[in-house]
């Protein structure tokens, strides 16, 4: 039996979807050939199960690969997954709490981190430029949703259209930073963490169009179409669009520059 490519099991999960890797096929093989040493079945034999079980066959890759990631971000406790976020996004979501449970205990005020271009150009408060992005509003219901579309989204952008191109990465983010910066005296919002959240969800949609999603089990639709369905559910809801509008112009922007 020949030993498997490793291209070969990759090529079963759809390319920059982060959530089916395929396990590297040296590491069963260096298994198998080590319980062969032991005395157990021959190599040839041993080979052949791990070429099976890197390779697999009819998908029992990703059924395998999913019932395994499941037990273990269910075996991980908090530090653990934590440690295992990315740098971008770990170091992103950090600020985001940190910034948005000071504002809640009064350790600092939320009028000292907003956006207000006068006091930027006038009397150089130039942390306005960052911390306006880590602030999104009160701890809340609403808060916890932002903060799952941030670890869900940033991270699997993180992990797979940039894998181990981390500083792509933070350059995409402050390139969408800045084009948003640009645009918020226009439309007058000081607050732009939610814009740069949906302009990751853009782009991650963008560069995933393969993937199907189900919206609340009412129907499915393809991962291009996810900003515009949340930007239609939350303006039913009596949200202003004007926020996540101008993430997904952001995101149309850098996609536009960097991919066609």
Same mark, same amino acid.
């Given at each position: 039996?020949?030993?498997?490519?490793?291209?070969?099991?990759?090529?079963?999960?759809?390319?920059?979807?982060?959530? =089916?890797?395929? +396990?590297?096929p040296?590491?069963?093989?260096?298994?198998?050939?080590a319980?062969?040493?032991?005395?157990?079945?021959?190599?040839?034999?041993?080979?052949a199960?791990a070429?099976?079980r890197?390779?697999?066959?009819?998908?029992?890759?990703?059924s395998?690969?999913?019932?395994?990631?499941?037990?273990?971000?269910?075996?991980?406790?908090?530090?653990e997954?934590?440690?295992?976020?990315?740098?971008?996004?770990?170091?992103?979501?950090?600020?985001?709490?940190?910034?948005?449970?000071?504002?809640?205990? +009064?350790?600092?005020?939320? %009028?000292?981190?907003?956006?207000?271009?006068?006091?930027?150009?006038?009397? =150089?408060?130039?942390?306005?430029?960052?911390?306006?992005?880590?602030?999104?509003g009160?701890l809340?219901?609403?808060?916890?949703?932002?903060m799952?579309?941030?670890a869900? !989204?940033?991270? @699997?952008?993180?992990?797979?259209?940039?894998?181990n191109?981390t500083?792509? %990465?933070?350059? @995409?983010?402050?390139?969408?930073?800045?084009?948003?910066?640009?645009?918020?005296?226009?439309?007058?919002?000081?607050?732009?963490?939610?814009?740069?959240?949906?302009? @990751?969800?853009?782009?991650?949609?963008?560069?995933?169009?393969?993937v199907?999603?189900?919206?609340?089990?009412?129907?499915?639709?393809?991962?291009?179409?996810?900003?515009?369905?949340? =930007?239609?559910?939350?303006? @039913?809801?009596?949200?202003?669009?004007?926020? +996540?509008? =101008?993430?997904?112009?952001?995101?149309?922007?850098?996609? !536009?520059l960097?991919?066609?």
């Open positions: 039996a020949r030993r498997p490519r490793p291209s070969r099991a990759r090529s079963l999960a759809p390319a920059g979807v982060s959530y =089916l890797p395929s +396990d590297p040296a590491r069963h093989t260096t298994r198998a050939r319980r062969a040493a032991e005395g157990g079945l021959p190599k040839a034999r041993c080979r199960r070429s099976a890197a390779c697999g066959r009819h998908g029992g890759v990703r395998a690969v999913v019932a395994r990631s499941w037990r273990t971000t269910m075996a991980m406790n908090p530090q997954w934590f440690m295992a976020v990315p740098p971008v996004t770990r170091a992103y979501l950090s600020l985001c709490f940190l910034t948005t449970a000071g504002c809640a205990l +009064d350790v600092i005020s939320p %009028f000292s981190v907003y956006f207000n271009s006068s006091l930027i150009l006038y009397r =150089l408060q130039l942390w306005r430029l960052v911390t306006n992005f880590f602030f999104f009160s809340g219901l609403d808060f916890v949703f932002h799952f579309f941030l869900r !989204y940033c991270r @699997m952008l993180e992990e797979g259209s940039f894998r191109r500083a792509d %990465f933070f350059w @995409m983010l402050v390139v969408g930073a800045v084009l948003l910066l640009c645009a918020a005296p226009l439309v007058n919002i000081q607050f732009l963490g939610s814009s740069l959240t949906f302009m @990751m969800v853009y782009v991650w949609g963008r560069r995933n169009a393969h199907q999603m189900s919206f609340l089990g009412l129907f499915t639709f393809s991962a291009p179409y996810l900003p515009w369905v949340l =930007l239609l559910f939350s303006s @039913m809801l009596g949200a202003s669009p004007l926020v +996540d509008a =101008l993430g997904m112009g952001a995101g149309h922007v850098y996609y !536009y960097e991919d066609v």
